[in-house]
């Protein structure tokens, strides 16, 4: 198998010292994972375009602005988004992320009217006392332990946007342990390499039950927009295909954010300059008050942190698609993207500073967030909720420096392994 996956390499070039490094860095240094470093391996070889192939699997990656390009937009028509069969399929069912033509551009349409910035913003101010809470709880400690802390974070913001539904904490718990197990099930696996779809956990049923009672707890209040868009679309008596988008956007908009949150906080941990200059940037703009989303969103460097994070260490690594066609998988890989050495100088290193010159990056150089039809329906709201949470956890504490950051792995989302940050309060 491993001859196949190379296949695409050829002979004749030898590996510079330089490349061979890089690769080596991305496999084995942390925190890189053997998939990073096999993929950047790969690309450096085979250029913007190649193909991954074992006895059942034949993968077409698009790594390059051209060819993403032509994926996610001039080519879109030809391609679904996922196969029947895969895990992605089995736990949205018809959730916006596996449907396809116009039904998917309907729902997607009613997601984004109805969760626009004024909503988003009004209704993530109810998730401070939620944050302040856990923040304290983090000083009580010492220490910031990841993933379970931005975990905590980023369903609480999800929560207020969508469930307006607080959860005790025992009840919370098994949430977020069954959450994790559904992100882990829709990662790549050997059903990939095998054909065959794994079972569905025990975790999904107990979600679907969780999901449908607040799907009606959150249809009874009045101000809950986004739920009631989502009701008028999918008709009264298909709570079954509103269920289905609530487990695609609490699985998407999860996992992600607390991919990015932690990504941020490993990165600023090591960086107590850039952590103190950032500080200082918060503090000029707000003080010690609770931070106004509208405030945060004009602060240029926290903009280029966050920005650069989101370059290195893109959540949703890669984009899958089949074509409609020949049925072939196509991956498009936003993680070599964003770190093309032909378009990003010093691409493997954190340089948020360069967000800063005021240029923009080429058309389809940096997709943290996709584009085309595809477009993540959550930018917005992922962008704000972790501003704000950033901001108002620097407010308080400094992170400590780590000995070295923890590995990564490449599932559904980039995922951090659980580590602990030591913080101070300032
Ligand atoms: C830092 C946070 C996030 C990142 C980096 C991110 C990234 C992405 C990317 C790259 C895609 C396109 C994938 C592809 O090409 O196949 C996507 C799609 C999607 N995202 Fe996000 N996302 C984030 C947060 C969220 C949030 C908060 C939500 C919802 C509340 C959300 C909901 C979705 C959905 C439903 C899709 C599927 C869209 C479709 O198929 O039309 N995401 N996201």
Same mark, same amino acid.
């Given at each position: 198998m491993r001859e196949d996956i190379h296949?695409?390499?050829?002979?004749?070039?030898?590996?510079?010292?330089?490349?061979?490094?890089?690769?080596?860095?991305?496999?084995?240094?942390?925190?890189?994972?053997?998939?990073?470093?096999?993929?950047?391996?790969?690309?450096?070889?085979?250029?913007?375009?190649?193909?991954?192939?074992?006895?059942?699997?034949?993968?077409?990656?698009?790594?390059?602005?051209?060819?993403?390009?032509?994926?996610?937009?001039?080519?879109?028509?030809?391609?679904?988004?996922?196969?029947?069969?895969?895990?992605?399929?089995?736990?949205?069912?018809?959730?916006?992320?596996?449907?396809?033509?116009?039904?998917?551009?309907?729902?997607?349409?009613?997601?984004?009217?109805?969760?626009? =910035?004024?909503? @988003?913003?009004?209704?993530?101010?109810?998730? &401070?006392?939620?944050? /302040?809470? %856990?923040?304290?709880? +983090? $000083?009580?400690?010492?220490?910031?332990?990841?993933?379970?802390?931005?975990?905590?974070?980023?369903?609480?913001?999800?929560?207020?946007?969508?469930?307006?539904?607080?959860?005790?904490?025992?009840?919370?718990?098994?949430?977020?342990?069954?959450?994790?197990?559904?992100?882990?099930?829709?990662?790549?696996?050997?059903?990939?390499?095998?054909?065959?779809?794994?079972?569905?956990?025990?975790?999904?049923?107990?979600? =679907?039950?969780? @999901?449908?009672?607040?799907?009606?707890?959150? &249809?009874?209040?009045? /101000?809950? %927009?986004?739920?009631? +868009? $989502?009701?008028?679309?999918?008709?009264?008596?298909?709570?079954?295909?509103?269920?289905?988008?609530?487990?695609?956007?609490?699985?998407?908009?999860?996992?992600?954010?607390?991919?990015l949150l932690s990504s941020l906080l490993i990165l600023l941990a090591q960086r107590p300059g850039l952590q103190d200059a950032l500080w200082g940037e918060i503090q000029g703009a707000t003080g010690r008050e609770r931070p106004e989303i509208r405030v945060l969103d004009r602060l240029p460097l926290l903009d280029a942190v966050v920005k650069e994070t989101l370059r290195l260490y893109p959540p949703i690594h890669s984009g899958l698609r089949s074509e409609v066609e020949s049925g072939d998988r196509v991956m498009v890989s936003y993680f070599l993207l964003h770190r093309h050495q032909e378009i990003w100088p010093d691409a493997d290193s954190f340089v948020p500073e360069r967000w800063l010159t005021g240029l923009a990056p080429g058309a389809y150089t940096y997709l943290p967030f996709g584009a085309g039809p595809r477009y993540c329906p959550g930018a917005t709201f992922a962008r704000l909720e972790v501003k704000w949470i950033l901001a108002r956890l620097l407010q308080h504490v400094s992170l400590q420096p780590m000995s070295r950051p923890p590995r990564i792995a490449m599932r559904a989302a980039l995922e951090h392994r659980p580590t602990v940050i030591a913080v101070r309060r300032r």
């Open positions: 296949r695409g390499i050829p002979s004749t070039r030898s590996l510079r010292p330089e490349e061979g490094w890089r690769a080596l860095r991305n496999m084995l240094v942390p925190p890189g994972s053997p998939l990073m470093g096999l993929l950047s391996l790969h690309r450096t070889f085979a250029s913007d375009e190649f193909e991954l192939s074992a006895p059942r699997l034949r993968m077409r990656v698009a790594a390059g602005p051209a060819s993403v390009k032509r994926v996610l937009h001039e080519q879109a028509d030809g391609y679904r988004s996922r196969l029947e069969g895969d895990p992605v399929t089995a736990l949205f069912g018809q959730g916006l992320l596996v449907i396809d033509g116009p039904r998917h551009g309907a729902v997607k349409d009613v997601i984004v009217r109805s969760s626009t =910035r004024g909503v @988003l913003e009004s209704r993530l101010r109810d998730t &401070l006392p939620a944050l /302040d809470e %856990a923040l304290q709880r +983090a $000083l009580g400690q010492g220490t910031i332990s990841l993933p379970d802390m931005p975990r905590r974070m980023t369903w609480r913001a999800l929560e207020s946007v969508y469930f307006h539904h607080r959860l005790t904490p025992e009840e919370e718990r098994a949430h977020l342990s069954d959450l994790t197990h559904l992100v882990h099930y829709i990662g790549p696996g050997w059903w990939l390499l095998l054909g065959k779809t794994p079972r569905l956990p025990k975790a999904y049923h107990r979600m =679907r039950l969780r @999901l449908s009672a607040m799907y009606e707890r959150a &249809l009874i209040r009045p /101000d809950n %927009a986004p739920i009631h +868009a $989502l009701a008028r679309a999918c008709g009264d008596e298909e709570t079954s295909f509103a269920v289905d988008q609530l487990m695609t956007l609490l699985v998407a908009g999860h996992d992600t954010a607390t991919s």
